[in-house]
């Protein structure tokens, strides 16, 4: 019998509503890109990976990413570092500021964090690893996850000798995504070794990577007992994949569905982000939302050069029907009782 994605799940004590998990992707899991990913079907949303040293030296931009709305729970905030008592440090901020689980990451390959140590290096250096997972399970009540690559090298099998020590160490639970770190994104991930690891460990453990439908995710499932599968890349400018996966809702959404889901995403970006930022954030968003011929070329290149309001009213000109969806979506939307921090109000203030 297929999977049931609908299913709830727990990590520990935390229920997981769906199994399906959002993937955390820098750059991109801001918070309305969470709290869209809940409403369609999501179970668990993360941010994107945070890094210690910001936290520890009060950066504000790092402070930002640990900013949680209410309607985002569960919600795994994710960090990278290579010191244990930072991370630990880390994880206490995390907690604080409302994440119901905290997620290590293990798996970034590219060379801006591995230089410093942190994640996929350390999968080759397991004892840092287990330290790592150590203080940070010890440090907060929620539960610890850790997030890998299947190793450094094209071919390498070392999540299957870490991955069991990491548990052991306290990690709840273990995602992991079987490309190398050498790998970045080519190739395809290889979900033998999910299969593999889901063998070898007693927690709940989520496959990533290359799942972009419904059968996809069931079929990953079914060959590997993993607990759920995580999507990224496919949710993109594509909240529908989401549905789609989660109740096999197969309908593509309409111009207006479409315009409707991305002013509202414009609108939060700017809230959270402040005009400036979210300009050049949103630019990628454009092309995901509007491209594969769901709208010329020529109005996705256009949008790029206005402003947000601009953009906004050129959206509602192309397309006047979704007003009243963005209307429905907006007076539905949950107030944003956020976690407020102890942090500078430049954070809050921002947007
Ligand atoms: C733009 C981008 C940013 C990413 N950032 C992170 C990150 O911050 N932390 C992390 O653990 N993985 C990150 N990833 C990896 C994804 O979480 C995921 O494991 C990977 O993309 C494979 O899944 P997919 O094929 O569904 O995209 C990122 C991926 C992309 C494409």
Not at 74 to 102: K, N, T, W
Not at 131 to 153: F, T
Not at 308 to 325: C, I
Request: hydrophobic share 45%; net charge negative.
């Amino acid at each position: 019998m297929p999977a049931d994605l609908r299913e709830s799940w727990c990590i520990r004590d935390v229920e997981i509503p769906t199994r399906l998990v959002l993937a955390p992707m820098a750059g991109v899991s801001v918070q309305a890109f969470r709290r869209q990913g809940r409403r369609f079907g999501a179970g668990l949303v993360c941010s994107e990976m945070v890094s210690c040293a910001g936290i520890e030296h009060r950066n504000e931009r790092t402070l930002g990413y640990l900013r949680v709305a209410g309607d985002e729970h569960p919600l795994a905030i994710q960090i990278f570092g290579s010191e244990p008592r930072a991370m630990a440090e880390a994880a206490q901020m995390a907690e604080a500021a409302g994440a119901d689980l905290v997620d290590i990451n293990f798996g970034c390959p590219v060379r801006k964090v591995t230089k410093t140590g942190a994640g996929a290096t350390l999968l080759d250096k397991p004892a840092r690893a287990c330290a790592i997972v150590e203080a940070v399970a010890g440090a907060v009540d929620v539960p610890v996850s850790v997030k890998m690559r299947r190793g450094l090298r094209d071919g390498a099998r070392t999540c299957l000798e870490v991955g069991p020590q990491l548990v052991d160490a306290g990690a709840a639970t273990l995602t992991l995504h079987p490309r190398s770190a050498e790998q970045m994104y080519t190739g395809w991930a290889d979900h033998a070794l999910t299969a593999e690891l889901v063998a070898l460990v007693d927690v709940p453990v989520i496959a990533s990577g290359d799942i972009t439908s419904r059968a996809k995710a069931q079929s990953i499932l079914a060959a590997t007992g993993a607990a759920a599968v995580m999507v990224g890349r496919g949710a993109q400018g594509n909240p529908w994949i989401l549905r789609e996966i989660v109740d096999g809702d197969v309908d593509d959404p309409s111009r207006e569905e479409i315009v409707a889901e991305l002013v509202l995403f414009i609108r939060e970006t700017v809230r959270e982000l402040g005009e400036r930022r979210a300009s050049s954030f949103l630019k990628k968003f454009y092309g995901w939302y509007l491209g594969g011929g769901r709208f010329p070329r020529p109005f996705k290149q256009e949008l790029v050069l206005l402003d947000s309001t601009e953009a906004v009213q050129r959206l509602l000109a192309a397309a006047p029907g979704a007003l009243p969806l963005l209307e429905r979506l907006e007076a539905e939307l949950p107030g944003g009782d956020e976690v407020l921090l102890d942090l500078p109000i430049s954070v809050y203030g921002g947007g």
